[in-house]
């Protein structure tokens, strides 16, 4: 699990629509400390046991919970068999990082709350078979719109979150030809629009509409299976 911002019942209610329980889950990976990433965390981690893993920073920002396993945001660590890659991106907390998950030559990354792009974010997202990208804002709609100017700036700022056009400048760095899956993810609900990130990539990236899927703040997403090629149907459930 990544992250956790919610109360243990609605946790297990998103858990249940995909098929799994809290006792399924080995470890929480806590990108940074904001309350709607790791407000939750503590209280599922004790009713199920689960240990939690952060960055040094991140750990000791987190004070509601008994004890944190802290990985070095510079260095892959292992976790159940599946090769954990910490990024370290610009945002607005102690050390706040995302992840490229490896197993069965298959590569997974997660690109949430980040302010800007950097060449080690590239470097480390390029030739993923399935990315999790933000697009968290559309600039015209957030500076039209009814949040107070600090939390504009803030937003807009180099530590803050990525736009659908910063997104899709991360994408063109990047070799999205090896992709099976690109999930639009943090779009706001004020600032954005599903429809407008699903044109704006689509036409970016030229690729189907249809084929990109914005994850539905309510309802989350449904699994999606990666496979390394059709002979050795090696799969990794994400």
């Known amino acids: 699990m990544i992250d956790n911002g919610f109360s243990i019942k609605e946790t ?3 858990m249940q629509r995909l098929g799994v329980a809290g006792s399924d889950v080995s470890a929480i990976l806590v990108t940074h400390e904001h ?30 919970i008994d004890s944190v396993q802290c990985f070095n945001s510079h260095k892959p660590f292992e976790l159940g068999g599946i090769s954990v890659e910490p990024i370290l991106v610009p945002h607005d907390a102690r050390e706040p990082t995302q ?21 080690h974010m590239v470097d480390v997202l390029n030739d993923c078979d399935a990315l999790i990208l933000e697009c968290n804002y559309d600039r015209e709609m957030l500076l039209n719109g009814v949040y107070p100017e600090s939390l504009k700036q803030r937003v807009m700022g180099d530590w803050g979150h990525l736009d659908n056009q910063q997104a899709i400048e991360l994408l063109q760095h990047l070799n999205t030809a090896t992709l099976q899956h690109l999930v639009l993810a943090h779009v706001s609900e004020k600032n954005n629009s599903h429809d407008l990130v699903l044109d704006s990539v689509s036409k970016a990236i030229q690729c189907d509409r249809a084929w ?27």
């Open 12 to 14: 297990d209610k998103r």
């Open 35 to 64: 309350g709607d990433h790791v407000g939750g965390v503590a209280r599922y981690a004790r009713r199920y046991n689960i240990p939690v893993w952060a960055s040094y920073g991140t750990a000791a920002m987190m004070k509601n």
């Open 99 to 119: 992840f490229v998950f490896k197993s069965n030559h298959l590569k997974l990354g997660v690109m949430t709350d980040t302010g800007s792009i950097t060449q």
């Open 212 to 238: 990109l899927e914005v994850i539905d703040q309510e309802m989350g997403m449904a699994w999606r299976n990666l496979t390394t090629n059709i002979k050795s149907n090696e799969t990794l459930h994400a």
